[in-house]
C-alpha cells in the first residue's frame, strides 16, 4: 500500500533562509510524486511533480525537489524563503501521472518569521 | 477559464439529516475526484469518475456516503444521515486524461 509521511507538522523560517519540508514514501511500485500548497481559504495547487523523467524536479515559485529512490525521500526546497511562501505544504503519491488517485500526508505548515 | 468550483462553500447541518455537496469540474475534464480533508490533516481520497462511471469508490467510509455524476460533468456528493465525525471539508478535483488533478476551493461542512 502506499503512503507518505511528512516530517514535522510546523516549519519555521526566517526570510531570505533556506526552506526544507521533508517527505517520505511508500509504495509497491515505482512512485509518481507531488508536491501541493493551499494557501489560506484556497484549493490546492500543484508545485512541482515527478515522473521519472529526472530526479531533480523544479517547480513554480523558485521550489525543487529531488527524488531519492534510496532514501523512499521526496524532500521540498526553496533556497531563500519570502514571506509569500507562508502556507500548508502537502507531498502527494499515486500510481499513476494523472488520472489516479492521490494519496497526501498530513501537512507542514510553513511559517516566515520577518 | 473557469476552474473547479464546489458548493455551497459552506454546510451547517444537524446530525442526522441529509446533505448534498457540488462539484463543477472545468469543462472537457473526463476524470473528476473527491477527497475529504479533515481538521489537522491532508486529504483523504474518498471516490474517482472517469466520465459517468464510478471507476475507484475504495475510499467511500460507509454506505452513507454516495455519489453521482449522471452527464459526465457536474458531480454531487450525497451524504446521509449525517454524523458529527462527518465535519470536514469536501474537496473535489478533475483531470483531463493523464492530466494533473486541479482543485476546488472545497465545501466546509459542519455537522452539530
Known amino acids: 500500500a502506499q503512503s507518505v509521511t511528512q516530517l514535522g507538522s510546523h516549519v519555521s523560517v526566517s526570510e531570505g533562509a533556506l526552506v526544507l519540508l521533508r517527505c517520505n514514501y511508500s509504495?509497491?511500485?515505482?512512485?509518481?510524486l507531488f508536491w501541493y500548497v493551499q494557501y489560506p481559504n484556497q484549493g490546492l495547487q500543484l508545485l512541482l511533480k515527478?515522473?521519472?523523467?529526472?530526479?531533480l524536479v523544479k517547480g513554480i515559485n523558485g521550489f525543487e525537489a529531488e527524488f531519492k529512490k534510496s532514501e523512499t525521500s521526496f524532500h521540498l526546497t526553496k533556497p531563500s524563503a519570502h514571506m509569500s511562501d507562508a502556507a500548508e505544504y502537502f507531498c502527494?503519491?499515486?500510481?499513476?501521472?494523472?488520472?489516479?488517485?492521490?494519496?497526501f500526508g498530513q501537512g507542514t505548515r510553513l511559517t516566515i518569521n520577518p | 477559464g473557469a476552474g473547479v468550483s464546489q458548493t455551497p462553500s459552506n454546510k451547517v447541518t444537524e446530525k442526522g439529516k441529509y446533505v448534498e455537496l457540488r462539484c463543477d469540474p472545468i469543462?472537457?475534464?473526463?476524470?473528476l475526484y473527491w477527497y475529504r480533508q479533515s481538521l489537522g490533516q491532508g486529504p483523504e481520497f474518498l471516490i474517482y469518475?472517469?466520465?459517468?462511471?464510478?471507476?475507484?469508490d475504495s475510499g467511500l467510509p460507509n454506505d452513507r456516503f454516495f455519489a453521482v455524476r449522471p452527464e459526465g460533468s457536474v458531480s454531487t456528493l450525497k451524504i446521509q444521515r449525517t454524523e458529527r465525525g462527518d465535519s470536514a471539508v469536501y474537496l473535489c478535483?478533475?483531470?483531463?486524461?493523464?492530466?494533473?488533478?486541479?482543485f476546488g476551493p472545497g465545501t466546509r461542512l459542519t455537522v452539530t
Open positions: 469518475f472517469q466520465g459517468t462511471g464510478a471507476a475507484d
Open positions: 478535483a478533475s483531470s483531463s486524461p493523464g492530466g494533473k488533478q486541479y
Open positions: 502527494a503519491v499515486s500510481y499513476g501521472q494523472g488520472a489516479q488517485k492521490l494519496v
Open positions: 469543462s472537457g475534464h473526463t476524470a
Open positions: 515527478y515522473t521519472s523523467a529526472a530526479t
Open positions: 509504495s509497491s511500485v515505482p512512485p509518481y
